[in-house]
C-alpha cells in the first residue's frame, strides 16, 4: 500500500538553528500538507502545496518557515530559526484531489525538540 | 468561535458499550466532513467520511445535520481496541481540512 514517508521521526536541536523535515508524499498526489501538533493539543494547519507552490497558509506559517519540493519527489518543510515553541509533531500529508470525499494521507510524523 | 469544536472527554466506557461523539462546526459553507481515528503519538488515519444521508460501516454510523451544523459518530460495541482519539474534520469553501481537538474514548474491560 503506498505510503506518505517523514524523515527524520525524531530531531532535537538547539533554539535558533535551522531545521529541515522531510517528506516523500504518494506518488500520484497532487496537493500536499504540513500540520503540526503540539502535545496535547490539536492538529494545526500549517500550509498546503499544489502545482508546486503554496495554494493556502496559516497564521502559523510565518516568514521563519518555508516549504519546497525541490525535485518532484521531496517536499520540504524548513524553519529557519528555530524557537521553543516550534517543538511539536510536524505532520506531512498528501491528497489525490482536493475538495469532496478526498482522504487525506498522513506520514508518521517528525517529532522536533527545541532546546 | 472555533472553527471546528468537539467535546475533548476523556469518555471512559466498558466493553459492549455504545457511544457517540459530537461535532459543531462553525462555517456554514463547509463542504466535506471526516471522521479520523488518531492512537497515541501517532498520525491521524481516516476512519469515515460524513455523508448527508448519514452512513454506516460496521459498528461506526456518522450522521450529519447540515442546518445546526452539527456532526456525530456512534460506536456501538464498544472494543478495548476502539481506544483511541477521534478527530473532527470538516473542510471549508477553500478544502483545507480544519481538524477538532479531539474526543478521547478509553474502553475498558
Known amino acids: 500500500e503506498p505510503e506518505v514517508t517523514q524523515t527524520p521521526s525524531h530531531q532535537v536541536t538547539q533554539m535558533g538553528q535551522e531545521v529541515i523535515l522531510r517528506c516523500v508524499p504518494i506518488?500520484?498526489?497532487?496537493?500536499f500538507y504540513w500540520y503540526r501538533q503540539i502535545l496535547g493539543q490539536k492538529v494545526e494547519f500549517l500550509v498546503s502545496f499544489y502545482n508546486n507552490e503554496i495554494s493556502e497558509k496559516s497564521e502559523i506559517f510565518d516568514d521563519q518557515f518555508s516549504v519546497e519540493r525541490p525535485d518532484g519527489s521531496n517536499f520540504t518543510l524548513k524553519i529557519r530559526s528555530t524557537k521553543l515553541e516550534d517543538s511539536a509533531m510536524y505532520f506531512c500529508?498528501?491528497?489525490?484531489?482536493?475538495?469532496?470525499?478526498?482522504?487525506?494521507?498522513f506520514g508518521e510524523g517528525s517529532r522536533l525538540t527545541v532546546l | 468561535r472555533k472553527e471546528v469544536e468537539q467535546d475533548p472527554g476523556p469518555f471512559n466506557v466498558p466493553e459492549g458499550a455504545t457511544v457517540a461523539f459530537n461535532c459543531t462546526y462553525s462555517?456554514?459553507?463547509?463542504?466535506?466532513f471526516f471522521w479520523y481515528r488518531q492512537d497515541c503519538r501517532k498520525e491521524p488515519k481516516l476512519l469515515m467520511s460524513?455523508?448527508?444521508s448519514g452512513n454506516e460501516d460496521g459498528r461506526f454510523t456518522a450522521q450529519l445535520n447540515r442546518a445546526s451544523q452539527y456532526i456525530s459518530l456512534l460506536i456501538r460495541d464498544s472494543k478495548l481496541s476502539d481506544s483511541a482519539t477521534y478527530l473532527c474534520v470538516v473542510k471549508g469553501g477553500s478544502y483545507i481540512p480544519t481538524f477538532g481537538r479531539g474526543t478521547s474514548l478509553i474502553v475498558h474491560p
Open positions: 460524513v455523508y448527508s
Open positions: 462555517n456554514s459553507a463547509s463542504q466535506s
Open positions: 500529508a498528501s491528497e489525490r484531489e482536493q475538495g469532496g470525499t478526498g482522504e487525506l494521507f
Open positions: 506518488s500520484n498526489h497532487l496537493y
